[in-house]
């Protein structure tokens, strides 16, 4: 049997041939792409090692949204910051962990784009072995490469996204990218250390009647919500429900299997609780790529565009149907 290696599509062979389709392209989006793969691969080597590396646990800090750092979050936060600054394609990354944006050092080339990441999501599931990744989004700046960027490149709309994805790091570590046009997985083989081409063209099935929600929090929903959630549970609707509370592994599921994820305002997050830039921008590009709907309970996640760096969302993401239907529900009680 030939291996994977012999006959598979690499990461890189596809990230050559997809850039070449655009002549235009200048190799920097290639280079962001790679050194994207190259922090992921050491991100994953090292959650794989987390117990044996003493990585476990926090460092006793408290990040910018009020939460504990945990090792594994600094590691990456720092990692994909050092596999990105040199490389001359980017000219900030805004990081969920960081307060202010981190722009390119002088001693390198300020590049063409702006990379926001949630490091590592899933981190309170760290320490009992669960999926965790790394969610990014991509931007190009509007001011003149080789310059410092400003705040106009940094706070940009969703629809100015250029590519986004996300790196789960869990059985296996797959890497889930789109430039919009079309939603591909690749699988990491870790005795290669190269990902490889394991689902093409990823389209959100369509008849699946899964929901993903912390129900713990119901008595602090509205009213809409509660009703459409209890509504998934009669013995005639035959939905079923999965939620790991990592939002990288439950939105995996759903893009593969079909179904929808709420994290709605409540009264103890009047805002909610997810984050605009780094969790809901990037995962709203996807499922729309992927043929899915991503709101706010109220308008398209995309066409957000920041006040803050730091700003929350209620997310609402999956298959178009269920999305559709809740959002009527919110809005048409907000009238
Ligand atoms: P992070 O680890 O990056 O802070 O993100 C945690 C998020 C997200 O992964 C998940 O969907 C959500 O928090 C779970 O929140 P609850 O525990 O409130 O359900
Ligand atoms: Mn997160
Ligand atoms: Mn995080």
Redesign the pocket.
Known sequence: MRSQFEEGITLDRFIYETTQAHPESTGRFSTLLRQISLASRLVSARVNRAGLAGMLGTTGEVNV?G?FVQKLDEYANNTFKRALEHAGCVAAILS?EDEGPYFTPERFHSGRYIFAM?P?????NIDVNASIGTIFAVFRRRSPEGSRADMGDILQSGNDIVAAGYVIYGSGTVMVLSTGAGVHGFTLDPSVGEFFLSHPDIRLSSDTRMYSV?EGYTATWTPEVQKWVADRKTLEAGWKQRYI????A?FHRNLIKGGVFL?PRSSANPKG??RLMY?AFPLAFLVEAAGGRATNGHDRILDQTPGGLHDRTPLFIGNPDPVDEITALIRSAAQ
């Open positions: 949204q939460e969920e949630d590592l999501d899933g981190s309170s912390n509370g990592s939002l990288v439950d994290y609780k997810l969790e």
